[in-house]
């Protein structure tokens, strides 16, 4: 006769996967602060730990941005998605490893469309938090998109401002920001937050003055 053994109860399959998540996130969240140490970057957070929320991060002038964001997030023992072109997901190898990362594309033509399917993922999962640039290119823009703002509104989640500071080496968490209905002065209010933020190229960076 054979005997065919038995896997483990689920209870233990399911603590066995709870521990190798939270081993391997203590495990990057402490590469990603020797990182920082290493390079002379510090990070902060100065809004609650939210499951869902949306975050604003500027200055956007270089790709070093996201190394810095990404590596300050993961320090601060946070999780994000971010929202990137659709053309870099269509890059082989790295449009993979880009999207295993939480990459999100955006097809920059269909912007409505993009807010709507944001929103929703936020009904649908229990903890989302997107990381999105509003000035939506490295280059100089005054007239930043407001797609972040009308996806907080329809997804009913909070708006976390990240500043990453490059004259004080420095990425924060570092206000929580709540509409008023004004959407003009709302913007302007959140493009004010960043002004005395040090770029990586400040002759790219514009608040709209």
Not at 67 to 93: C, D, H, M, S
Not at 169 to 194: C, R, W, Y
């Amino acid at each position: 006769m054979r005997i065919q053994k038995s896997g483990p109860p689920p209870s233990i399959s399911l603590k066995c996967a709870i521990f190798v998540f939270l081993t391997f996130s203590v495990m990057m969240q402490g590469i990603a602060r020797f990182m920082l140490k290493v390079c002379g970057w510090t990070c902060s957070a100065h809004t609650p730990d939210y499951k869902k929320s949306v975050l604003v991060v500027a200055p956007h002038t270089s790709n070093w941005d996201f190394v810095w964001g990404k590596l300050g997030y993961t320090a601060l023992g946070r999780n994000a998605n971010f929202v990137i072109k659709q053309e870099w997901i269509n890059v082989p190898v790295l449009g993979y490893l880009l999207k295993k990362m939480g990459g999100i594309p955006v097809d920059r033509s269909k912007v409505s469309h993009f807010t709507d399917h944001i929103a929703e993922l936020y009904r649908q999962r229990e903890a989302f938090n997107v990381a999105i640039t509003p000035e939506g290119t490295r280059k100089r823009n005054p007239r930043w998109k407001r797609g972040f703002y009308h996806i907080a509104i329809k997804a009913q989640v909070p708006i976390i401002l990240v500043t990453i500071d490059y004259g004080k080496k420095h990425m924060s968490l570092s206000a929580e920001f709540t509409p008023t209905g004004d959407e003009q002065a709302d913007i302007k209010a959140v493009m004010n937050h960043f002004k005395d933020i040090t770029p990586k190229h400040p002759e790219n960076f514009s608040i709209g003055h």
